[in-house]
Every structure is written in structure tokens, then in C-alpha cells.
């Protein structure tokens, strides 16, 4: 099969169909700092300030999950779950990210500085 080569039009609008996947993305998943945490757990949400260190316990249907802020981040310190893997998943401090310990249903997520409250599946 011949070989067709791309012109000059052609890598433009490569070059720019990427730039506007990349903007997109980091938009949407990459965004900028964090400013609230949010935790659910037992049916209830919990909110509170990424600039406030402080360590909560939430209570799960295993026990409590231990949720510690410091520094700008957020971890989980210990959970009842057998795994642990809430705790191997480390610090997370920009918006968009997550922590789940899905046996004790505990979620933890970080919401930017000015969230919208409905998103477009509300209307």
C-alpha cells in the first residue's frame, strides 16, 4: 500500500485538534488548587477546608475511617478495611481527585474554590 504524505494543512489541524483536547482535559480532570473536602460516609456529607488541618474520624459499616488535612492534602490514616488500599492511595490535593475505601463506604473527594452547584444534568 503507498504511503500518503501529510501536508501542511493536515499537521495544523492535528496540532490544533490536540490543543483543544489537552485544554479540555486540564480543564476538566487537571484543574487548579482544591478548596474544600468533601467526605461521605454513612449517608451524610461532610465538607471542610483544605487550608484547616485537622484529622476527622467517619464512621462506616466496618468502623471508622480516619481522614487526616495537612498541608493542603488529604489522606486517609487508617480504615478498618482489609486491603487498605484508601491508605496505599496516598495524599491528594487538587480538585477533581478522590480517595474511596469502598468496604466501610467512605468517599473522599476535593472540590475547587468556586464549584458550581448543578451541573448539566440538572436541567
Do not use: W
Not at 467526605?39 to 461532610?46: H, K, L, M, Q
Amino acid at each position: 500500500m503507498p504511503r500518503m504524505k501529510l501536508k501542511s494543512l493536515d499537521i495544523a489541524a492535528i496540532v490544533v485538534s490536540l490543543a483543544v483536547v489537552a485544554a479540555f482535559s486540564i480543564g476538566a480532570y487537571g484543574g487548579g488548587d482544591a478548596g474544600q473536602v468533601v467526605v461521605e460516609a454513612s449517608g451524610t456529607r461532610y465538607r471542610f477546608p483544605v487550608s484547616t488541618d485537622r484529622v476527622e474520624r467517619f464512621a462506616g459499616p466496618r468502623g471508622d475511617t480516619v481522614v487526616a488535612i495537612s498541608g493542603g492534602t488529604v489522606r486517609v490514616v487508617d480504615s478498618p478495611c482489609p486491603d487498605k488500599i484508601c491508605v496505599a492511595a496516598g495524599p491528594i490535593s487538587r480538585k477533581g481527585q478522590f480517595i474511596a475505601c469502598l468496604p466501610n463506604r467512605v468517599s473522599i473527594s476535593l472540590e475547587g474554590h468556586d464549584e458550581p452547584t448543578a451541573d448539566g444534568t440538572a436541567f
